[in-house]
């Protein structure tokens, strides 16, 4: 493509470019998502072409059967909740049990589900799982990756609250999959913080992370030593955050609304609009005093003023749930609040003046926020990706944060592996009949902290058999457990005088089945040819362009190097390249963009040669290989 | 844990196969030395694998620079990139690691785990088998005064004490096993278990009161 090298030599990639392939690290957040590279231990958040950084973890169903992501999906809110689906990465791996008690604070229309089965969203004609939903946002990322740097992406770090249970982080990888993304690791989300502070800023002792986001609160205590980064301890709510806040304010406008307008029954697409109005009294306050904000819901007006004091006294308590765990995490890990030399904010929340007064108060000291805590995660994890495919000199020590155990006798709970145990780790217990000639155990796997199994979470049961018959007691079941680098948990069971064994890894209650994995599998195939062929074009598209505006750039400057007849012939390809650019065929654009070429050929070389004896005019010959290389 | 693990149990010089390119290599080689592949972890107590002498008196320094440095090898984010096999490897090798690293860096737990290797275990689990008349009185008192205690100021006089008490028994272990008093050690280890739950019970309800 003559005509463009003489043109645009920066815009054509350079040959040169990397040879090794590139894994990106990935903040699937609750609100936001970020997807950034690390190269040399310097890494950047990879944005979209008007430079921004979020993508809105936000997505859009329209009937048209498209998938918008981010900020594309957000503006559909307003206009047609009931297909736009927002915050699911708070259904990750959870059952239909605990969306009972989460029931009526969710904007989401669930599918009655079956038993033992993972819930789906209904949004439109579609039935979805929040598996499916995290993958579409995953795909969106790993192409805003693949479109910055111009190649294929299939491997990523990806981070999740360090709180996350084993469902939930079992259900993150497994959207991964869906999303053609190989998870390298899933490395928690204040740990990936401590690392991009900690590699930044040098910083060296005890370190408290402390990260609330949109939907989740993470607190943990590292210790940063010569480029080891040691978990302490750690601890949070997997359900709490920026949107409980959201959800205080909006339950107070609505009281009031229901006081001014009488009793009403509220559309979820209502509920939706009042939650993203809440937010915007939240973060308002964050700045100013107070504000009045208007509900114009189902085709009725109210208005609320609010102002930060009375923000506050809403969202105390749920603040002080974050202080509460923060000093049992300092326990856990026998530490004093002024053992830390620093409390580094991570998370949008920690914005919120309650949140840094509370912090402040409880480490005596001013929290750090030297990185843009809204970005601190995902540098963390493009450094970790960096560091697991090339190579690096910092090792990271991470912890399980639940205890993990066995129901026995009377529903109590055996720990098998304590919470804050350095992962990798396995450990084994020993377990017997409590029958004359039982046969079978069921081994029912829990996590938690709670004394009751039923108080916990339920990740698994499943039965070892074959036991030969035996007094009560005399059977050694052996169970093993072994959670690996990612915190997922692998079972194992055998009992010992037979030999007779059984192993799970252990796919959460109410995870995907491996059958419905497959079909999730082929279908995002489908959907993957088609979003291909849709890029193809676009790109094709694009190239198109690109090669018209040289030309006409270069007409104009040296158009008089023509005759009539040249100039009608490449009128006519140019014409036939703008026809072929409006249909839907690539091949169609590809043939025009070359015959356009082929047309302009004898122009290209007479305008190289012109620009040459331009150039030599003032220049000298060892200057001369630059200045043609480079153009006009 | 992994079939390797059933080869017999070699001296310094026993030798066993590179699983990957069938080389002779030394059994305690964790590395193949001819095609550099990670090998399958070796059945040692906590101290050999740590590469530190089985002996109570050790520095903090020195078990973490062990354990760091160790760490650094075996751990599986150095093998991220690397075939199944290598990382399953890797990650047995950081599992024992961790494990080893957790019994040795714990004084208490240290002490226990070098009478079972000097074949006089101590007995029993927790508070359950208290013998000695004057220990299991001390232990009643201790635990009567935690129940009544009712203010934060309180708690924190009887952690203070009993904290105090703990590095007390301690000089006395090491003493023990300075002069391989196994048996005395093993008494005194019975005495550092209660003392060490109750201070744990007492953080507790110190840390409930708070909340
Ligand atoms: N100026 C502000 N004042 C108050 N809250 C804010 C402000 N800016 C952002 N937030 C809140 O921060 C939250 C989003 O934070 P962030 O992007 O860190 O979350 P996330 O990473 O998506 O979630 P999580 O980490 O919990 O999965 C939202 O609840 C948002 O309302
Ligand atoms: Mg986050
Ligand atoms: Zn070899």
């Known amino acids: 493509m003559q005509i463009l090298e003489i043109h645009e030599p920066g815009e054509t990639p350079l040959p040169h470019a990397e040879e090794r392939r590139p894994a990106v690290g990935i903040d699937l957040g609750t609100t936001n998502s970020l997807v950034a590279l690390s190269q040399d231990q310097k890494p950047e958040v990879l944005c979209d072409p008007d430079g921004s950084a979020m993508v809105p973890s936000v997505v859009a169903y329209p009937e048209t059967g498209e998938v918008l992501v981010g900020e594309l999906a957000r503006r559909h809110l307003l206009e047609e909740p009931d297909l736009v689906v927002s915050s699911i990465k708070r259904l990750m791996g959870r059952g239909p049990d605990d969306l009972k008690r989460l029931a009526g604070t969710l904007p989401f229309e669930l599918e009655p589900a079956e038993d033992g089965r993972m819930v789906r969203l209904r949004i439109g004609a579609r039935r979805l799982t929040p598996v499916e939903i995290s993958a579409d946002i995953l795909r969106a990322l790993k192409a805003r990756a693949e479109r910055a740097l111009g190649r294929e992406i299939d491997q990523a770090v990806i981070t999740v609250p360090a709180y996350f249970d084993d469902a939930a982080r079992t259900a993150t990888r497994d959207a991964a999959r869906l999303a053609g993304l190989e998870v390298l690791r899933l490395v928690n989300e204040p740990t990936a913080a401590a690392l991009a502070y900690g590699l930044d800023q040098g910083a060296e002792g005890l370190y408290a992370i402390y990260d609330l986001g949109g939907g989740t609160f993470d607190v943990s205590i590292l210790r940063l030593e010569k480029g080891v980064f040691q978990v302490l301890a750690t601890g949070g709510d997997a359900a709490l955050g920026g949107d409980d806040f959201d959800h205080a304010i909006a339950e107070r406008f609505l009281a009031e609304r229901a006081r001014q307008l009488g009793a009403e029954k509220l559309s979820v697409a209502a509920t939706k609009q009042a939650l993203v109005t809440a937010r915007l009294a939240k973060e308002c306050l964050t700045d100013r005093t107070q504000g009045e904000w208007v509900l114009d819901l189902d085709g009725r007006t109210s208005r609320h003023r609010l102002d930060a004091g009375s923000f506050e006294a809403l969202v105390a308590p749920l603040v002080e749930r974050t202080i509460a765990t923060a000093k049992r995490v300092l326990f856990d890990a026998r530490l004093k609040p002024q053992d830390v030399r620093g409390v580094v904010m991570v998370g949008g929340s920690t914005r919120v003046p309650l949140v840094r007064r509370k912090v402040a108060e409880l480490f005596g000291r001013e929290p750090l926020a030297n990185i843009d805590p809204d970005q601190v995660v995902a540098l963390g994890a493009a450094l970790q990706a960096e560091a697991l495919t090339h190579g690096s000199d910092t090792l990271l020590l991470d912890v399980t944060p639940l205890s993990l155990g066995i129901e026995t006798m009377g529903g109590l709970v055996e720990k098998v592996i304590h919470r804050n145990s350095t992962i990798p780790v396995a450990r084994a217990q020993e377990f017997t009949t409590y029958q004359d000639g039982q046969s079978a155990m069921l081994i029912h796997v829990v996590q938690g902290e709670r004394e009751m199994a039923r108080q916990n979470r339920s990740l698994a049961r499943f039965e070892l058999r074959g036991i030969p018959p035996m007094v009560a007691g005399a059977a050694r079941i052996r169970v093993s457990f072994a959670v690996d680098a990612d915190g997922l948990l692998t079972v194992s069971a055998e009992e010992k005088t037979t030999g007779v064994a059984a192993h799970v890894e252990v796919k959460p209650s109410y995870g995907l089945t491996e059958e419905e994995m497959a079909a999730m599998l082929r279908e995002s195939m489908e959907h993957a040819r088609e979003d291909m062929e849709a890029r193809l074009l676009a790109e094709a598209r694009v190239s198109a362009d690109r090669v018209l505006l040289a030309l006409r750039g270069a007409l104009r400057a040296d158009g008089g190097l023509l005759d009539g007849a040249e100039r009608d012939a490449i009128d006519a390809a140019v014409a036939k390249l703008e026809r072929s650019k409006e249909g839907e065929d690539r091949g169609a654009i590809q043939d025009a963009i070359e015959e356009l070429d082929r047309a302009t050929q004898d122009f290209a070389a007479r305008r190289m040669d012109r620009n040459i004896a331009a150039a030599l005019k003032g220049v000298s010959v060892d200057q001369l290989g630059r200045k043609t290389g480079s153009g006009e | ?211």
């Open chain 2, 1 to 211: 844990m992994s079939e390797e693990r059933a080869e017999k149990d070699g001296g310094a010089t026993a030798m066993r196969d590179c699983w990957s390119c069938g080389t002779a290599v030394a059994m305690r080689a964790p590395f193949c030395h001819a095609c550099g592949v990670i090998q399958a972890p070796q059945p040692v107590d906590h101290f050999t694998r740590l590469n530190l002498p089985a002996r109570f008196d050790l520095q903090m320094a020195d078990i973490e620079r062990q354990y760091f440095g160790l760490q650094r090898y075996f751990h599986p984010d150095r093998f991220a990139a690397k075939p199944a096999r290598e990382r399953a490897l890797s990650s047995q090798h950081a599992t024992d690691l961790n494990e080893a690293y957790a019994v040795v860096k714990d004084p208490l737990r240290r002490a226990e785990y070098l009478l079972v290797l000097k074949g006089r275990p101590v007995q029993g689990d927790a508070c359950s088998t208290i013998s000695d008349p004057r220990v299991l009185l001390e232990a009643m008192e201790m635990r009567e005064e935690l129940a009544e205690a009712q203010s934060a100021t309180e708690i924190e006089g009887i952690i203070a004490r009993v904290e105090g008490e703990c590095e007390a028994v301690l000089d006395e272990v090491a003493d023990a096993f300075a002069r391989e008093a196994f048996d005395l050690a093993g008494r005194h280890c019975i005495r550092l278990r209660y003392l060490t739950k109750l201070a744990a019970e007492a953080h507790e309800r110190r840390a409930r009161l708070e909340a």
